[in-house]
């Protein structure tokens, strides 16, 4: 199977960055996705990597390093509404996408 | 507005009880997908479908069975619904199989069986 390791919970303040990190073991690789969900709400697309290297999307920054098995999700600026569950998930050699568990990301004001 | 719409937002079900969730996407997307959410495991998919008249099984299949008669419509049955089912199913679709697109999700339904 699968194995999509990231932190369950994280706490940051209004205006800090936290970094998000993903580490994963699966049988091949073809992709990365970040998504966020808040609560009660559907996940949606946040970032997508396939090669090594950082991508920047205005407030949040994905990056990739396939020779390590691992990623991360920077969220800069924070505001309260970054307070949702922030999921990773990899695309596997059967083109299925598999996911972590998520980490909840609290912001305080 | 475009999107994916899932039937019902929520529902309580006896034990032993048959239930179908309803999904349809808009977008004329190819590949569809069911996907089950409890605290702790992630998202773990049930089945898939490619391609309109095509199916597939998922990481956890069993006790629930798929049809794709058409490109829109992709529902998922419970033929005889248990309390391990009791979870929140997510219906996804996108534009292709190839995994690299990106999938998308619709509002969810929250199943409770008793």
């Known amino acids: 199977g699968q194995n999509i390791d990231q932190p369950t919970e994280m706490t940051a303040t209004e205006g800090a960055i936290v970094q998000i990190n993903c580490t994963y073991q699966?049988?091949?690789?073809?992709?990365l996705f970040w998504y966020q969900q808040h609560a009660g709400e559907a996940p949606t697309f946040l970032s997508y990597?396939?090669?090594?290297g950082l991508e920047e999307k205005g407030r949040f920054s994905s990056f990739l390093s396939r020779s390590k098995g691992y990623s991360y999700l920077l969220l800069k600026e924070l505001q309260m509404k970054d307070s949702a569950s922030y999921l990773c998930?990899?695309?596997?050699?059967?083109?299925?996408?598999?996911f972590g568990a998520g980490t909840t990301v609290t912001v305080r004001a | 507005i475009a999107g994916i719409t899932q039937a019902p937002t929520s529902q309580i079900l006896a034990a032993g009880r048959r239930m179908t969730l309803r999904c349809t996407q808009d977008?004329?997307?190819?590949?569809m997908y069911w996907y089950r959410q409890d605290l702790g495991l992630g998202l773990r998919l049930i089945h898939y479908?490619?391609?309109?008249?095509?199916?597939g099984k998922g990481e956890v299949p069993d006790g629930y069975s798929v049809s794709r008669a058409n490109t829109d419509d992709f529902p998922l049955t419970l033929a005889s619904a248990v309390p391990s089912q009791t979870s929140v199913y997510f219906c996804?679709?996108?534009?292709?199989?190839?995994?690299?697109?990106?999938?998308?999700f619709g509002p969810g339904t929250r199943l409770t069986v008793l």
């Open positions: 996804a679709s996108s534009e292709s199989a190839g995994g690299r697109d990106t999938q998308y």
């Open positions: 699966t049988s091949g690789f073809n992709g």
């Open positions: 990597n396939v090669l090594d």
């Open positions: 998930a990899v695309i596997s050699n059967d083109y299925k996408l598999s």
């Open positions: 977008m004329r997307h190819n590949a």
């Open positions: 479908s490619n391609t309109a008249g095509t199916t």
